[in-house]
């Protein structure tokens, strides 16, 4: 198993920038494909990243590509998501997810995900 903390978010400016952070235990780490999701007020849970186990695949949603990176450092055990060029249309709680992986694929259905951090919020104002 493994357990996600996220940390990281906060209040910034439209066009502005920001890194959320996750961190996991286990010592199996490197073995999980990684995911960024985000939930608004009112709208259901949406994919933003993604990322295979090796760290070679990554996928992005159409409405972050170019603006946010998805990285992992496996000998540190996080995952992180840079944010730039943000737009209040960003903002929400965003979640880290982890599934097993067993070969070099990214998932973008939270249905795939076992494990799932607490969220950190990222406000964008305008």
């Known amino acids: 198993q493994v357990q996600l903390v996220e940390s990281g978010g906060g209040l910034v400016q439209a066009g502005g920038s920001l890194r959320l952070s996750c961190a996991a235990s286990g010592r199996t780490f490197s073995r999980y494909a990684m995911g960024w999701f985000r939930q608004a007020p009112g709208k259901e849970r949406e994919f933003v990243a993604a990322?295979?186990?090796?760290?070679?695949?990554?996928y992005y949603a159409d409405s972050v590509k170019g603006r946010f990176t998805i990285s992992r450092d496996n000998a540190k055990n996080t995952v992180s998501l840079q944010m730039n060029s943000l737009k209040p249309e960003d903002t929400a709680v965003y979640y880290c997810?982890?599934?097993?992986?067993?070969?070099?694929?990214?998932?973008?259905?939270?249905?795939?995900?076992?494990?799932w951090g607490q969220g950190t919020q990222v406000t964008v104002s305008s």
């Open positions: 997810a982890a599934k097993p992986a067993y070969d070099s694929s990214w998932y973008r259905f939270s249905d795939d995900y076992d494990y």
């Open positions: 990322m295979s186990w090796s760290g070679i695949s990554t």
